[in-house]
């Protein structure tokens, strides 16, 4: 018996007083720990008992000695004896001698045998399929499949035993096998994706999908899209058009600031010239942009990166002021299209402020390049205008505006569109 149960069987003394008189007996003194060896017969029981399909305690307490012993004899049964051990660290054998007269234990030792195994078979199996598997660290998905594999020929609790396997893991594991949750989301994934042309990321879709009163996480959005080989088209570094010729009459200082944000419509405007290479030639685009919502105002768009270009856009933008109403500042960079006489007379004559980027700064005029480079990232690169006409790359920029302004979806306007926005503002009809 171990300490704790001669205690408990004759009521006194201390575990400690015990153990000190152990200690102190000279024909303990060989054995380590000062307890003498349990016999064979009575260790290969209790592990042949728990092999058999019973439980660690119920084994233990079966044969009268502690979970842990058991525990370890399992493993000493396993393990190589090593090089000139002694007793104590010899494995463990069995020969005919120890096997129980009883059938129904042998049959139990039989059982327990045919579990060892058919394990180990399907562990080599999974080591087969992928070399890089450690049989040690078995997830409980793979050890229920691995239980399932063997269910016709051995009980649930002795595999859950022998595999570490709460019963509670298998059930919960067992139920989601060979079942996809969201089969019923890729399709709604895939018909947003495809509406915005492949312009989309997982938020957008995600605030798509709550619009129309689908629950989801956006991370259950994420990796669907992941999985679904969904991406949202990235940026690459574009061929960059400047306008700058030099300093050719006083600029104006720079009002805006780097604040983008406007409280009302037609208070902050901002425009710039972008180029659009085409089969066969280049396409230039002067939009116009609201601050207040980032709505395209008015933009003119051509062949030619003239000044008639940039004020042609400037004169359709001021058409859409009302009498009486904002006079917004207009902020560019210093191109030469905006401090040709010109420009600065359609500004004068319609009482608007000028304002202008630093020399050489983007982030001044942020905004305006954010816009440009969403279109190309969303349309140009990834649908190859490079390999359209002139009039065809036309045609897209005006198609893309349109929808830019009439169904694109901000996270900024609480996942609306410009016009969506101002309409829900009552600021459009």
Not at 97 to 124: F, H, T, W
Not at 220 to 242: C, F, H, T
Not at 245 to 257: K, T
Not at 390 to 417: P, V
Request: glycine share 8%; net charge positive; hydrophobic share 35%.
């Amino acid at each position: 018996m171990n300490a704790r149960e001669v205690v408990r069987r004759l009521g006194w003394p201390s575990r400690s007083a015990l153990a000190s008189w152990v200690r102190a007996d000279a024909r303990f003194r060989p054995h380590r720990g000062g307890r003498p060896r349990l016999p064979e017969r009575v260790r290969a029981g209790a592990v042949l008992a728990y092999r058999g399909g019973m439980s660690l305690r119920a084994a233990a307490r079966r044969h009268g000695v502690s979970d842990a012993s058991v525990a370890r004899w399992s493993r000493e049964w396993d393990a190589p004896a090593p090089a000139g051990a002694g007793e104590g660290g010899q494995r463990m054998e069995l020969d005919d001698s120890l096997l129980p007269d009883d059938p129904e234990a042998l049959k139990a030792i039989i059982r327990g045998q045919r579990l060892e195994n058919d394990v180990l078979r399907e562990v080599v199996a999974l080591v087969k399929k992928d070399p890089a598997a450690d049989p040690r660290r078995l997830s409980n998905r793979e050890k229920t499949l691995m239980a399932d594999r063997l269910r016709p020929t051995h009980s649930l609790s002795s595999l859950a035993s022998r595999l570490k396997l709460a019963l509670s893991s298998y059930h919960y594991h067992h139920a989601r096998l060979g079942r996809d949750r969201h089969d019923w989301l890729r399709p709604l994934v895939h018909e947003i994706f495809g509406q915005a042309k492949g312009r989309y990321g997982s938020r957008r879709i995600h605030a798509t999908l709550r619009a129309q009163g689908t629950t989801v996480s956006e991370k259950v959005v994420r990796r669907v899209m992941r999985q679904e080989g969904l991406a949202a088209r990235s940026s690459r570094k574009p061929r960059r058009y400047s306008s700058y010729i030099g300093e050719c009459s006083p600029a104006p200082d720079n009002l805006i600031r780097r604040d983008f944000h406007a409280e009302e419509p037609d208070q902050k405007w901002l425009t710039d010239i972008t180029e659009i290479k085409a089969r066969d030639g280049k396409v230039y685009l002067s939009p116009v942009l609201d601050c207040f919502d980032g709505r395209i105002v008015a933009y003119s768009i051509g062949r030619h990166p003239d000044a008639e270009l940039a004020n042609s856009s400037l004169r359709q933008a001021i058409a859409t002021l009302g009498e009486g109403g904002w006079r917004p500042l207009v902020h560019s960079d210093r191109g030469g299209h905006y401090r040709w006489p010109g420009w600065i007379s359609i500004m004068q004559e319609s009482e608007l402020r000028r304002s202008m980027s630093a020399k050489g700064c983007s982030p001044d005029n942020s905004a305006m390049e954010g816009f440009f480079g969403r279109m190309k990232t969303e349309a140009t690169y990834p649908e190859h205008w490079e390999r359209l006409s002139c009039a065809q790359a036309i045609a897209r920029t005006r198609e893309y505006i349109a929808w830019h302004n009439a169904e694109r979806i901000k996270q900024s306007l609480g996942y609306r569109s410009p016009d969506q926005y101002r309409r829900a503002h009552g600021l459009m009809a």
